[in-house]
């Protein structure tokens, strides 16, 4: 089993910057990749961002590169974002997946095995 929590949500302006957190813990061997999907009010799950657990290999939403960054420090990953836009208001889920970077598995925004409860960001205009 693995257990994700995140934090780090809140209330920015546009424009602005949020660093999410991921803290995991349980059994995650080398092959995971763990990532980032959201879900705005009256949305489906999007796809953010994932991460491979062992080699740092990262893979983005094209509308979001170059604004979103992934990364991972030990049993932390992150996720820094920034010149946040209203659109990006969402409640932002930490999953992970024996699977690992295996992209039409994180596309889909559902299929993945664990998942934290979420943390909201709202981006005010």
């Known amino acids: 089993q693995v257990q994700l929590v995140e934090s780090g949500g809140g209330l920015v302006q546009a424009g602005g910057s949020l660093r999410l957190s991921c803290a995991a813990s349980?059994?995650?061997?080398?092959?995971?990749?763990m990532g980032w999907i959201r879900q705005a009010p009256g949305k489906e799950r999007e796809f953010v961002a994932v991460i491979s657990w062992s080699g740092g290999s990262t893979y983005y939403a094209d509308s979001l590169k170059g604004r979103f960054t992934i990364f991972r420090d030990n049993n932390m990953v992150y996720l820094q974002m920034n010149s946040l836009k209203p659109e990006d208001t969402a409640v932002y889920y930490c999953?992970?997946?024996?699977?690992?970077?295996?992209?039409?598995?994180?596309?889909?925004?559902?299929?993945?095995?664990?998942w934290g409860k979420g943390t909201l960001v709202t981006v005010s205009s």
């Open positions: 999953a992970a997946d024996p699977r690992g970077l295996l992209l039409r598995l994180w596309d889909s925004g559902t299929d993945m095995d664990y």
């Open positions: 349980g059994r995650i061997f080398s092959n995971y990749a």
